[in-house]
């Protein structure tokens, strides 16, 4: 699907006279596009120096975010170039060289959506004569020919869908014959994201402890400057920080207000007895989403101070920093019912934090935290 540019026709005729790159149009009609409707010549068969071109990734989920447009104001659309929102650049078609005019756009994929879209012939119905957009931020994008007084142009109004614009295609050779644009047809509903493979086990993470280090959570001294023996106790909370993320395109893929989903088991921190902290798979319906929490734990020192002695305590607890690289399983879900699915690499990253464990000794710890003391 992807339509790289080193694909070209060899033909010598062609091969002057076009940048197209070859590929299957049958790409543009298996998607879940809007009606499409083709504009300008339908006889691609009578000239075999011309080529059918078709760009699109929607079967990734990655949108067209601008155009480029090389065009004559006499004759119609001679090349374009189609841009896409992992920054990947399709085209050029056709051959801009012969156009003494060029405009583009763009628009950020996650805020703007197109409202309305047009094409025209050039009148003859041999030529893509005309591109119209108009954006939901008001621009307009209006390049090519539709004004010629030697006939009668006819506008196409184009189905825009859900307003996202998935790709691009059509034939010619040193302009553009035909052209036809597509367009999600529906809104999204939901995205989940499913069957995640992570690159490592957790067996291996846990063998080498990945990430896991034990920290001082607090630490404090009490000195008994009493006759008699004393019972020291203390005890404070201490504030650690947690968070999760996830690194995946799909959360922007169509807009900030679409609802991501993980629906799967992930590799995620466990906490187990005291201050033990491992790696295992747990189950979770949770967003998508970086969330960052605050969490209080309870620090309690006990310890008998004899006369005259200092004794010196610390809390500790194994904290856990990792990121994790997955592939899963990408689910976009349409409000017509229809969805499809598609692959994507990305990170899971995660802090926590185990229980907190208190330790006192009557010398100070060479590691401590911090130090506050008391007396009796």
């Not at 790696?279 to 969490?295: A, C, I, L, M, R």
Request: proline share 3%; aromatic share 10%.
């Amino acid at each position: 699907m992807i339509i790289p540019s080193s694909r070209l026709l060899c033909g010598a005729a062609l091969a002057l006279t076009t940048l197209f790159s070859t590929v299957d149009a049958a790409d543009c009609s298996t998607g879940p596009f809007a009606h499409v409707w083709k504009i300008g010549d339908s006889k691609a068969g009578e000239n075999t120096d011309n080529v059918e071109f078709c760009s699109s990734l929607w079967d990734v989920g990655i949108p067209v975010t601008g155009l480029d447009v090389w065009y004559d104001e006499g004759e119609g659309i001679n090349a374009l170039q189609i841009q896409y929102a992992n920054g990947d650049r399709h085209g050029i078609f056709g051959v801009p060289g012969s156009s003494p005019q060029h405009q583009s756009i763009d628009w950020e994929y996650s805020k703007t959506f197109i409202d309305s879209f047009s094409l025209w012939g050039n009148g003859g119905g041999k030529k893509l004569g005309n591109i119209r957009m108009v954006l939901t931020d008001g621009r307009e994008f209006d390049v090519g020919n539709r004004h010629d007084t030697r006939s009668k142009k006819t506008e196409f109004p184009i189905d825009v869908g859900a307003g996202v614009m998935l790709g691009f295609g059509g034939w010619g050779a040193n302009d553009i014959k035909q052209g036809y644009a597509l367009f999600l047809r529906s809104q999204i509903d939901h995205i989940t994201m499913t069957d995640p493979v992570f690159d490592e086990s957790p067996e291996n993470l846990n063998a080498q402890q990945k990430g896991i280090e034990l920290q001082i959570v607090d630490s404090y001294d009490h000195a008994n400057d009493l006759n008699a023996t004393i019972n020291w106790s203390f005890e404070t909370t201490a504030s650690v920080h947690t968070s999760t993320s996830t690194t995946t395109s799909v959360t922007k893929t169509f807009g900030t207000s679409v609802s991501v989903n993980w629906e799967a088991s992930i590799l995620a921190f466990s906490v187990g007895g005291g201050v033990e902290l491992s790696y295992g798979y747990s189950q979770t319906n949770e967003k998508v989403e970086t969330k960052e929490t605050e969490v209080s734990r309870t620090i309690t020192y006990e310890a008998p101070i004899k006369p005259g002695k200092h004794v010196w305590c610390q809390a500790t607890a194994k904290s856990g920093k990792a990121d994790l690289g997955y592939t899963a399983t990408i689910n976009l879900w349409l409000k017509d019912g229809t969805s499809w699915s598609w692959k994507e690499h990305g990170v899971y990253s995660q802090q926590a934090w185990g229980d907190t464990s208190s330790q006192c000794q009557e010398k100070p710890f060479s590691n401590a935290r911090r130090s506050v003391e008391w007396h009796a």
